[in-house]
Nanobody, 123 residues
Framework: QLQLVESGGGLVQPGGSLRLSCKAS????????AGWFRQAPGKEREGVSC????????NYADSVKGRFTISRDNPKNMFYLQMNSLKPEDTAIYFC????????????????WGQGTQVNVSS
């Protein structure tokens, strides 16, 4: 079956770090853009970051630039989001996504979604 599974969420203090992981199964990740979205209660879904199939192109939301780093390991069919200097406003459910509908995408048409992992940043 086609599946994306996130892991690595949890509770962390402001200024702390977390590393989120996403494992893809049922398909090969090599050809597709992959990334992360997040959604907090009462807020719109926000695109956090996207990485191209080879890692040559990377985009970040302005709100996370300089703090978050996206990466991928195609042989493992996995990709990651390293989150540093976390702020309370980073609290959200984080979803990993893959854009399988086209090659060399930018996550704008993400069509495969994980179940989400909760990130809570509080003192």
């Amino acid at each position: 079956q086609l599946q994306l599974v996130e892991s690595g969420g949890g509770l962390v203090q402001p200024g702390g770090s977390l590393r989120l992981s996403c494992k893809a199964s049922g398909f090969t990740l090599d050809y597709y853009a992959a990334g992360w979205f997040r959604q907090a209660p009462g807020k719109e879904r926000e695109g956090v970051s996207c990485i191209s199939s080879t890692g040559s192109r990377i985009n970040y939301a302005d709100s996370v630039k300089g703090r978050f780093t996206i990466s991928r390991d195609n042989p493992k069919n996995m990709f990651y989001l390293q989150m540093n200097s976390l702020k309370p406003e980073d609290t959200a459910i984080y979803f990993c996504v893959v854009e399988r509908g086209r090659k060399e995408g930018n996550c704008g048409e993400a069509d495969s979604w994980g179940q989400g992992t909760q990130v809570n940043v509080s003192s």
